[in-house]
Each structure stands twice: as C-alpha cells, then as structure tokens.
C-alpha cells in the first residue's frame, strides 16, 4: 500500500469586477450562468453538471476527455447570504481516487459601482494527487473566466 499524505494549504484570491455585487452573485448562483464560466480549460467537456443552490444542496460538475478519467466536483453549499457570501466544502476526485477536500468561503464586497470578490480557500490535499499550488492557479483561473463571462453580459 503507498504511504498516505495530506498537505493542508490556505489561500485567498481577489478579483474586482465593474459589475454590481446582484450581477457577480447570479453568475454563481444560476445553473445556466455558471455552466458558461465554470470549466475545466483542458477538459471543457462536461459529462454532469448538476446544481441545487440551497443551502444543504449539493453542485456536481464531472467531465474530462472522452478517453480518460473523470474529473469530479462534488460541493455542499454550506451558507449562502445572497449578493455577500457563499460558503461551500468540496472534494474533488480524479476517475475514483479522493485528490482533495476543501472549504471555500466567497465573499462580495461592493466596492464603487463594482464588487470586490475575496476567494478564501483552505484545502487538504491527499497522498500527492494534487498540490496547492496547481489549485490556486486553476482557481484563478476560473476567477479570471466568470470575469470575461461577466464584461460579456454587461
């Protein structure tokens, strides 16, 4: 059997978007809006994305090449206070190996006519499969697309 680890990391990212907190807020909240940013760019075929935006509900998104594992994201959302916060644990699993568990708070801070959103993200990462850093950038990532998704709608 390898030898199990766990790499425990916390980040935080911050964007600041020339749209309402109501505009950056329904990007993440709504099945439609969201499914337009929130990809993976290597894998952009989804196989599943499923999202019951409650509290207690649960958000699935799956897909990866046709001939490779899935990549999977299974998220709870734990506290939503809409246009200000949404808190959410997750874990993510490459075909059926557990990479990672994490805890994720999004915070919208109005800021001029625009919002401040503050990413905090405090991650354990298991046995090697994924590391913080290679989170973070992709997180980033798709930060910088609900961006594009978001000067696009206005």
Do not use: C
Request: proline residues 6%; hydrophobic residues 35%.
């Amino acid at each position: 059997m390898a030898e199990r680890s766990v790499v425990h990391s916390t980040f935080v990212l911050e964007r600041l978007y020339s749209v309402a907190p109501a505009k950056v807020y329904f990007a993440l909240s709504d099945p439609a809006a969201k499914r337009r940013w929130f990809a993976d760019p290597d894998n952009p075929m989804t196989h599943r994305h499923e999202m019951d935006f409650r509290v207690g509900g649960q958000e699935v998104n799956a897909g990866g090449p046709k001939d490779g594992p899935i990549h999977t994201y299974t998220a709870t959302y734990q506290d939503i206070v809409p246009n200000q916060r949404i808190v959410y644990s997750y874990d993510m699993l490459f075909g059926d190996v557990r990479i990672s568990v994490s805890l994720a708070t999004i915070e919208l801070r109005p800021e001029g006519t625009g919002t401040r959103l503050v990413l905090t993200e405090q991650g354990a990462f298991l046995d090697g499969h994924d590391t913080p850093s290679s989170r973070e950038h992709g997180t980033g990532f798709l930060l910088d697309a609900l961006g594009k998704a978001l000067a696009t709608d206005t």
